[in-house]
């Protein structure tokens, strides 16, 4: 099953929104995660990639990725990421 991971592809110098709303018919799974899986910070880029997927009506699986640690930043995940689609 093809998964679609924001850190490698911006690792790889891609753009992961562009990539992503170009392969969305093959995407069955998405990795959220920052590089080192640190807990999210690159908050302007989590927003737009959240807005392409629910612009999109992304329905399939998301996960979102991250080392153990005491800050997992869950909260500003789920905020950012929580769908509102009427579906």
Known sequence: FPSHDTHNLLNEGMDPVKEFERNIEFIEHVHISENGLEPINRIDFHRMFADALRGNWYEKGVTYEVKKTDDLA??????????????
């Open 74 to 87: 869950l909260e500003q995940f789920v905020s950012i990421y929580k769908t509102n689609n009427p579906r």
